[in-house]
């Protein structure tokens, strides 16, 4: 049984920071990819930002300079650093883990979501 727990978020004023933080737990060996998804409410899902395990980083045009994605492997776990917060940032974030190699299976798992709310 493999969990993906998000926490950080909340709500900020515009120009603020938020660094949200997702955790990997199980029986797990590797994961090859894990990144935010974001939606808001009557748009489609969209990838904000994804890191491998070996470093290699990608980010949505819109965040680009502003977000910063990182990785500890030991620990699973991802992180999202994001400042200069803008009210379009508004959103519910995903946290996403591909290719997890546990005792038992491979397979993609996704968290249930953190609120993040940019607002004066």
């Known amino acids: 049984q493999v969990q993906l727990v998000e926490s950080g978020g909340g709500l900020v004023q515009p120009g603020g920071s938020l660094r949200l933080s997702c955790a990997a737990s199980?029986?797990?060996?590797?994961?090859?990819?894990m990144g935010w998804y974001r939606q808001a409410p009557g748009k489609q899902r969209e990838l904000v930002a994804a890191?491998?395990?070996?470093?290699?980083?990608n980010y949505a045009d819109s965040v680009k300079g502003r977000f910063t994605i990182s990785r500890d492997n030991a620990k699973n776990t991802v992180y999202l650093q994001m400042n200069s917060l803008k009210p379009e940032d508004t959103a519910v974030y995903y946290c996403?883990?591909?290719?997890?190699?546990?005792?038992?299976?491979?397979?993609?798992?996704w968290g249930q979501g953190t609120q993040v709310t940019v607002s004066s």
């Open positions: 996403n883990a591909d290719g997890v190699v546990t005792t038992t299976e491979l397979y993609d798992y």
């Open positions: 890191i491998t395990s070996g470093g290699s980083t």
């Open positions: 199980g029986s797990i060996f590797s994961i090859y990819a």
